[in-house]
């Protein structure tokens, strides 16, 4: 999981070499991979001077990353890509999550009381502690994603969009909500501050409508966020 792609992107380490590495007693957790050397590698079956240098390379790539790869590639159980991506956000640097209690993460957007646990649970043990250390000191660079915005009118806003857009995906108009330090919701409740309405909207509109929740016209939407 560690090196995979959306993790932390180690090519040419896939499952079976990572079982080869631990067999072989050169990996007896994951921070062991980012001490291997060439030398290690070579006593493999496979390997080259070439492969191995080229693994080598890959390992060292792999150690300057993003905070929200970083936390996908260490199996938080319930923290995907998209969740370590709010934390990432929310948090700015691995050490401040660390800090956090169920408490601070459950006022996070997407963040539900089993995530919560899980996370607190995760860095609460010595073990995976450890491992983090050891990473780190394997000579990690972390670039953080926390947002650094301007003033907005979306700031600490939370939007629901609901029925088709006309100028852009929902995706982008989430990611859009999201730069501008706002929040893009699923789902209408009477915490929501903006609800988007583009063509054939869904019932979403109509529960807007019923808590009295802010409507706004894609046009109107393009206009506060300075986009029209």
Do not use: C, W
Request: a positive charge.
């Amino acid at each position: 999981h560690m090196a995979s792609r959306r993790a932390l992107d180690i090519e040419g380490l896939g499952e079976k070499l990572s079982q080869l590495l631990v067999d072989r007693g050169l990996v007896k957790d994951p921070a062991d991979l980012f001490y291997l050397k060439k030398e290690d590698l070579l006593s493999l079956p496979g390997f080259a001077d070439k492969s191995a240098q080229n693994l080598i390379d890959q390992i060292e790539k792999a150690k300057e990353t993003t905070l929200s790869r970083f936390l996908y590639a260490l199996g938080i159980p319930g923290v995907g890509e998209h969740t370590a991506k709010i934390l990432a956000r929310e948090f700015g640097s691995l050490e401040e999550l660390m800090k956090a209690d169920s408490l601070r993460l459950l006022q996070i957007e997407g963040i539900g009381p089993e995530t919560a646990q899980s996370i607190v649970k995760f860095f609460s043990e010595k073990r995976n502690r450890e491992v983090i250390e050891k990473m780190l000191k394997s000579g990690f660079g972390i670039k953080s994603e926390a947002r650094k915005i301007k003033e907005s009118p979306l700031m600490g806003k939370t939007v629901v969009f609901t029925g088709a857009l006309k100028t852009m995906t929902r995706d982008e108009a989430k990611a859009l909500v999201e730069e501008l330090g706002g929040k893009a919701s699923n789902s209408v409740s009477r915490k929501t501050d903006f609800v988007v309405v583009g063509e054939n909207p869904g019932s979403k509109y109509q529960k807007a409508l019923a808590l009295g929740v802010k409507i706004l016209t894609e046009e109107e939407f393009l206009k506060l966020v300075g986009k029209a």
